[in-house]
C-alpha cells in the first residue's frame, strides 16, 4: 500500500519528518558508525564527504527538514587518525521529496534505492539509509535550516504563530487560503493533506482569500492551547462557543498525527491504515476536490469559495479501501472467461463454413442419383446426425448433368452462398437439404 499511496498522497509533511527522526534517534542510540558516508551510482546528489573510523548520529527536525548530526569520537591518543578522517562534527540537511524516509536494516538486506548508507562498526555491519523510490528528496552536506522557510508549526508555535500575524500585508496572502497554507515561509511543515483537515474542521471555503480569514485572529495568544472566543452558525441564537483558530489548529492537528506514532507512519512496512481513518476530508467518500492555482487537489465541503481557478476540475477519489480481498482475483477471472468465450467464435464461424461447403458438395452429389426424378414432395422429419455424418462423408468426382433437379438444387446452393454470414439461415437450409436426400432415398427404396 505504501508506494501506491505515498506516490500521489503527498510529499511527507511536518509530522512525518518528526517521526522519522525519532525513529533515527532510536535506533541509533548507543551504535557507533564507521567508515565513509557512502552513495548510490544513480542519485545525482552530492556526496557527503565524511569518513571517520567512529562516530554517532543524532537526528532532529524542523518543519519539513530534518538534519542528522555526524559527531566523530574524540581521539584518545592511542589510534591514528588517517589524513582523510573528519575531526568535526557534520550535519547533513534532509528534505524528504515525495517518497524519502529513512531505513535501518542488516547489510544483507539493503533495499534497492538506499541512495545514502550509513554503515554501523559492528559485525555483521548494519546499515541506516536514505531510502527515495522518486529520488525526488535531495540532501546537503554542512548544511543549515533553509532561511526562507519560517517557524516550525508543531515546535515553534509562538514564533510562527508571530511570523504570520506581523506579515499579512505580503502579498502571499493575496491567494486563496489554501495556497497560502503551503507556503513554506509562514506556514513550515503544513502540506496538503493537513491543510484540507485543518479548513474542514474550520468549515473555511479552500478559494477565500487568505488576509480575510487570518485578519480576524487576535495577534497575542502567548499560551499554545488558548483559544479564542467566537461566534458560529449559534450566534443566531446569542449562543457564544469557544473555537480554536486557524493558526491554533496548524499547530494541534500535526502534532495529533505525531500521537499516532509508528502506527500511523509506517513507510518501511507499508503500513498507513490508523492514518487513514483519522483523516475526516482528504480524500474521504463524499468530500469535493479541485485544483487549486498551483495544480494541487483540495479536498473540501460545501462551497468552494468565490476564488476558485477558471476550468478548475474535480478529481477523483483515488484512495480506495480493499474491503474484499478476492476482487482482483474475481476480476481476473471474469477476463479469462470473456477471452475464452473470443477464441471460441472464429472456431465455429469455420465449423459452419465447414458445414455448408460439405451441404453443397453433398446436394450435387444427390442431383446427380436423381437425374431422371423430380422430387415436388419435402418429409418434414427431423433429420438423423448419424446418418448426416455418413453422407457428409461421401463426395463424388463426377460432374452431374444439367438437369431440372439439378438445376434447382444449384439455385439452393447460390442462395446458401448469399446467406453465408447467417449462420442461424446456413444451419436452417442445410437441414433441408439433409431432408430432401432422406426424403430421395426413401423414394428409390419403394420403387425397387
Given at each position: 500500500?505504501?508506494?501506491g499511496?505515498?506516490?500521489?498522497?503527498?510529499m511527507?509533511?511536518?509530522?512525518?519528518?518528526?517521526?522519522?527522526?525519532?525513529?533515527v534517534?532510536?535506533?541509533?542510540?548507543?551504535?557507533?558508525?564507521?567508515?565513509?558516508?557512502?552513495?548510490?551510482?544513480?542519485?545525482?546528489?552530492?556526496?557527503?564527504?565524511?569518513?571517520?573510523?567512529?562516530y554517532?548520529?543524532?537526528?532532529?527536525?524542523?518543519?519539513k527538514?530534518?538534519?542528522?548530526?555526524?559527531?566523530?569520537?574524540?581521539n584518545?591518543?592511542?589510534r591514528?587518525?588517517?589524513k582523510?578522517?573528519?575531526?568535526q562534527?557534520?550535519?547533513?540537511?534532509?528534505?524528504?521529496?515525495?517518497?524519502?524516509?529513512?531505513?535501518?536494516?542488516?547489510?544483507?538486506d539493503?533495499?534497492?534505492?538506499?541512495?545514502?548508507?550509513?554503515y554501523?562498526a559492528?559485525?555483521?555491519?548494519?546499515?541506516l539509509?536514505?531510502e527515495?523510490?522518486?529520488?525526488?528528496?535531495?540532501?546537503?552536506?554542512?548544511g543549515?535550516?533553509?532561511?526562507?522557510r519560517g517557524p516550525?508549526?508543531?515546535f515553534?508555535?509562538?514564533?510562527?504563530?508571530?511570523?504570520?500575524?506581523?506579515?499579512?500585508?505580503?502579498?502571499?496572502?493575496?491567494?486563496?487560503?489554501c495556497?497560502?497554507l503551503?507556503?513554506?515561509?509562514?506556514?513550515?511543515?503544513?502540506?496538503?493533506?493537513?491543510?484540507?483537515?485543518?479548513?474542514?474542521?474550520?468549515?473555511?471555503?479552500?478559494?477565500v482569500?487568505?488576509?480575510?480569514v487570518?485578519?480576524?485572529?487576535?495577534?497575542?495568544?502567548?499560551?499554545k492551547?488558548e483559544?479564542?472566543?467566537?461566534?458560529?452558525?449559534?450566534?443566531?441564537?446569542?449562543?457564544?462557543?469557544?473555537?480554536?483558530?486557524?493558526?491554533?489548529?496548524?499547530?494541534?492537528?500535526?502534532?495529533e498525527?505525531?500521537?499516532?506514532?509508528?502506527?500511523?507512519y509506517?513507510?518501511?512496512?507499508?503500513e498507513?491504515?490508523?492514518?487513514?481513518?483519522?483523516m475526516?476530508?482528504?480524500?474521504?467518500?463524499?468530500?469535493?476536490?479541485l485544483s487549486?492555482?498551483?495544480?494541487r487537489?483540495?479536498?473540501?465541503?460545501?462551497?468552494?469559495?468565490?476564488m476558485?481557478?477558471?476550468?478548475?476540475?474535480?478529481?477523483?477519489?483515488?484512495?480506495?479501501?480493499?474491503k474484499?480481498?478476492?476482487?482482483?482475483?474475481?476480476?481476473?477471472?471474469?477476463?479469462?472467461?470473456?477471452e475464452?468465450i473470443?477464441?471460441?467464435?472464429?472456431?465455429?464461424k469455420?465449423?459452419n463454413?465447414?458445414v455448408?461447403?460439405e451441404?453443397?458438395?453433398?446436394?450435387?452429389?444427390s442431383?446427380?442419383?436423381?437425374?431422371?426424378?423430380?422430387t415436388?414432395?419435402?418429409?418434414?422429419?427431423?433429420?438423423?446426425e448419424?446418418?448426416k455424418?455418413?453422407?457428409?462423408?461421401k463426395?463424388?468426382?463426377?460432374?452431374?448433368?444439367?438437369?431440372?433437379?439439378?438445376?434447382?438444387?444449384?439455385?439452393?446452393?447460390?442462395?446458401?452462398?448469399?446467406?453465408?454470414?447467417?449462420?442461424?439461415?446456413?444451419?436452417?437450409s442445410?437441414t433441408k437439404?439433409k431432408?430432401?436426400?432422406?426424403?430421395?432415398?426413401?423414394?428409390?427404396?419403394?420403387?425397387?
Amino acid at each position: 500500500m505504501f508506494k501506491g499511496f505515498l506516490s500521489w498522497l503527498r510529499m511527507p509533511e511536518g509530522p512525518e519528518l518528526h517521526l522519522a527522526s525519532l525513529f533515527v534517534n532510536r535506533m541509533c542510540a548507543g551504535l557507533v558508525f564507521t567508515g565513509a558516508v557512502e552513495k548510490s551510482e544513480v542519485n545525482k546528489n552530492p556526496e557527503v564527504p565524511f569518513c571517520c573510523d567512529a562516530y554517532t548520529i543524532r537526528a532532529q527536525s524542523r518543519g519539513k527538514e530534518v538534519i542528522l548530526t555526524l559527531t566523530p569520537f574524540k581521539n584518545d591518543g592511542k589510534r591514528k587518525v588517517g589524513k582523510h578522517q573528519s575531526q568535526q562534527p557534520m550535519d547533513v540537511v534532509f528534505r524528504f521529496g515525495m517518497s524519502g524516509f529513512f531505513r535501518f536494516t542488516t547489510e544483507a538486506d539493503l533495499p534497492k534505492h538506499a541512495h545514502l548508507r550509513f554503515y554501523t562498526a559492528e559485525s555483521p555491519r548494519r546499515v541506516l539509509s536514505f531510502e527515495d523510490t522518486r529520488r525526488f528528496g535531495s540532501w546537503q552536506a554542512n548544511g543549515t535550516w533553509q532561511k526562507d522557510r519560517g517557524p516550525c508549526v508543531m515546535f515553534e508555535y509562538e514564533k510562527f504563530r508571530e511570523n504570520v500575524l506581523s506579515n499579512l500585508s505580503d502579498k502571499a496572502f493575496d491567494k486563496p487560503i489554501c495556497e497560502a497554507l503551503l507556503n513554506q515561509k509562514y506556514f513550515n511543515g503544513i502540506g496538503n493533506y493537513l491543510r484540507a483537515e485543518i479548513l474542514f474542521r474550520l468549515q473555511i471555503p479552500p478559494f477565500v482569500k487568505a488576509r480575510t480569514v487570518l485578519e480576524g485572529i487576535e495577534p497575542k495568544n502567548e499560551d499554545k492551547k488558548e483559544i479564542k472566543k467566537t461566534t458560529d452558525t449559534a450566534r443566531k441564537k446569542g449562543v457564544k462557543v469557544e473555537t480554536p483558530d486557524l493558526l491554533s489548529l496548524c499547530h494541534t492537528v500535526p502534532l495529533e498525527v505525531v500521537k499516532l506514532g509508528e502506527n500511523g507512519y509506517k513507510p518501511a512496512k507499508a503500513e498507513y491504515s490508523v492514518l487513514q481513518a483519522w483523516m475526516q476530508c482528504y480524500s474521504v467518500d463524499g468530500m469535493k476536490s479541485l485544483s487549486d492555482h498551483n495544480g494541487r487537489t483540495i479536498w473540501f465541503k460545501g462551497d468552494p469559495g468565490p476564488m476558485v481557478p477558471k476550468g478548475a476540475k474535480s478529481r477523483k477519489n483515488k484512495w480506495k479501501v480493499q474491503k474484499d480481498h478476492d476482487y482482483t482475483d474475481s476480476k481476473k477471472a471474469k477476463k479469462t472467461y470473456t477471452e475464452s468465450i473470443a477464441l471460441e467464435k472464429p472456431a465455429k464461424k469455420k465449423d459452419n463454413t465447414k458445414v455448408k461447403k460439405e451441404s453443397a458438395t453433398s446436394k450435387a452429389q444427390s442431383g446427380s442419383k436423381r437425374q431422371k426424378k423430380d422430387t415436388k414432395s419435402v418429409s418434414t422429419e427431423p433429420a438423423d446426425e448419424n446418418t448426416k455424418t455418413k453422407k457428409q462423408g461421401k463426395r463424388s468426382s463426377k460432374v452431374p448433368p444439367r438437369t431440372r433437379a439439378n438445376k434447382i438444387k444449384g439455385q439452393q446452393v447460390e442462395e446458401l452462398i448469399k446467406t453465408k454470414r447467417n449462420p442461424i439461415t446456413c444451419r436452417e437450409s442445410a437441414t433441408k437439404a439433409k431432408l430432401q436426400r432422406r426424403s430421395s432415398g426413401a423414394r428409390r427404396g419403394r420403387s425397387r
